[in-house]
């Protein structure tokens, strides 16, 4: 039997794609954000305020006397405090934004890179000012044995990550890789870009012009107090909470 010149079989199997797929289009202009909450009981850095918490971290010292002053160290601080806000305001943005058959591709692609750099911003910054001390920090045995075993030794290390602090836009980092279970520099010209996928970082540099033009004519100067100025102990802090052996 034929309706309007079309097979019942064929009818049938037509509708049998046709629902399927209307069902999935009410789902997609229906189409709820992801939470993307996690537990605040969990992390490597709950229970302390900053990146985890989506809160301000506030400094561990007022000034670095010799390296940064308490207003370049204020000032610094407060453009971190902004990378927070606005971190929280992209957030706010995915939490409620419309998933629909309309949506922007463009549009949300360039939201979800923003997430990822503000991201980045904000917990390097932290990283940053977390490694830094007012005074000299020697360097602990278990620290400089994996210095010796990953990057040949500390004074080989500290030669190359001068040598990316100077090559680098915004950022060098030293970081652990879990996955190939080595250590690296790393030379980051953004927030977004060059950073290694599944890295701890360890030791970070911020190296863009804020950071120390204020007070150093030139960066090579920065750099050589920065490495003066490094907490090894909260170095070997956060390789010990990722170290797998």
Not at 164 to 177: E, N, P, R
Not at 214 to 241: Q, T
Request: charged share 20%; with cysteine.
């Amino acid at each position: 039997m034929k309706a309007h010149g079309v097979s019942r079989r064929s009818f049938i199997n037509r509708l049998a794609v046709a629902l399927p797929l209307a069902c999935i289009g009410r789902a997609a202009a229906a189409a709820q954000a992801p939470k993307e909450t996690g537990l605040s009981s969990e992390g490597l850095l709950a229970g302390h305020a900053g990146f985890q918490a989506r809160s301000v971290a506030p400094l561990g010292y007022s000034a670095l006397p010799g390296f940064l002053s308490a207003p370049q160290l204020a000032a610094h601080h407060a453009q971190y405090a902004e990378a927070v806000e606005s971190l929280k305001q992209v957030e706010q943005t995915l939490a409620t934004g419309e998933r629909t058959t309309g949506t922007s591709l463009a549009d949300y692609a360039a939201l979800r890179r923003k997430h990822v750099a503000l991201g980045n911003d904000v917990l390097l910054h932290e990283l940053y000012f977390g490694n830094l001390s007012a005074t000299t920090v020697a360097v602990p045995p278990y620290v400089r044995r994996h210095m010796d075993e990953h990057m040949g030794s500390l004074e080989r290390w500290a030669d190359d990550f001068r040598l990316c602090a100077l090559a680098a836009q915004a950022w060098a980092v030293l970081v652990y890789d879990p996955y190939d279970d080595r250590w690296h520099n790393v030379v980051m010209d953004g927030n977004a870009e060059g950073a290694w996928v599944g890295a701890n970082p360890l030791v970070v540099c911020d190296v863009a012009s804020p950071a120390y033009s204020p007070e150093y004519a030139d960066r090579e100067a920065y750099v050589g107090k920065f490495l003066d100025h490094i907490d090894w102990a909260e170095v070997a802090a956060r390789y010990r909470r990722v170290d797998r052996m």
